[in-house]
């Protein structure tokens, strides 16, 4: 039916978005435009460097990397040349959980972490980088080890589909919230040094023991988190007298109530500001996504260039 947010993914979707995995990066070099520029590009590593030569000083070269002892061994500057790792670690958390399994618009949250971590995944890929993964649901945990080019590709992808498959609203499963715990632990065994772990999550269920977990991902590797949230989570409408239900679980309430709606409000709103908080301590990077938005073309205007706009459009902002 129009109008009814998509509950599920396949293959073949996330196939596809080979071709639209352009015009973003997540590598510590961003444009201007990009949120990771400036303090959070200092805070990305990035690839390892290695070190390939040693050649003369020529105007204009970064004093910083003179190398002070070849310099005085062979009388004339000497600069140290290095050039960066091609096989960095990515691991991408993917949250498929039944509290993803909600939308109101475009997409459930389930479906734009699926196609976030697709495009994430080709876009790693297509750089040199290995990547991996940790899907997980109320139906389990998957580990995909990080692969070089394409090798985990196929596994990370399959799992992602098998567990969105698996979601349903009669589900009569209890949704857990301490799995982000238990994914976020399986991770940190996969990156020892110098990798990038990628949380893909709603974050329901984000406690001290997460805050704590990710605190040691940050001591040898890279996070970057991608908040996954409705518009509905944000503010409920008055639609009058309303059932909803979890498996078998229904309740039946007034959205009519001032106090109701104000505080389902408050509560999205304290679990966005709890994640932006210890992001910014950490200085780790939050990505916004909402699933009423093409998720390319957001990730394009969060990391990536600046989106071209109509001049009625550009007319419209000056006007404001």
Known sequence: MAGEARAHVLLDDLLRLRHRAKGFSFLPRQPVHSLLAGRHASRLRGRGLEF???RPYYQ?????????????????????VYTEERDRQVILLVDQRLSMFFGSRRTMK??????????????????????????FSEHGIDEIRPRARQAAIGPLFAAVVRHNQTLRADDARPS?????????????????????????????GADAETLRLVTEVTAHNDVLTIFVFDPL??????????????????????SGENGLRAGFASSFSERRQAVENFSRRRAIPV?????????????????????ARSPAADRQASAM
């Open 233 to 254: 989570e944000a503010r409920l409408p008055d639609i009058g007298r309303t059932v909803v239900a979890e498996g078998s679980h229904q309740i039946e309430f007034d």
């Open 176 to 204: 857990d919230p301490t799995l982000l715990n238990t994914a976020i632990a399986k991770a940190l065994r996969l990156l020892p040094h110098d990798g990038l772990l990628t949380l893909i999550t709603d974050a329901a």
């Open 60 to 80: 204009g070269d970064d004093v910083r990397a003179i190398d002070w002892r070849a310099t005085a061994r062979l009388g004339e500057p000497q600069l140290r």
């Open 110 to 135: 389930a479906v734009v972490a699926a196609e976030a971590s697709a495009l994430a995944a080709w876009r790693v890929t297509s750089l040199g980088d290995r990547i991996g993964g940790i899907v």
């Open 52 to 54: 390939e030569e040693l």
């Open 287 to 307: 990505l916004p996504l909402t699933t009423e938005r093409d998720t390319t073309e957001q990730f394009r205007e969060l990391l990536g260039r600046r989106m």
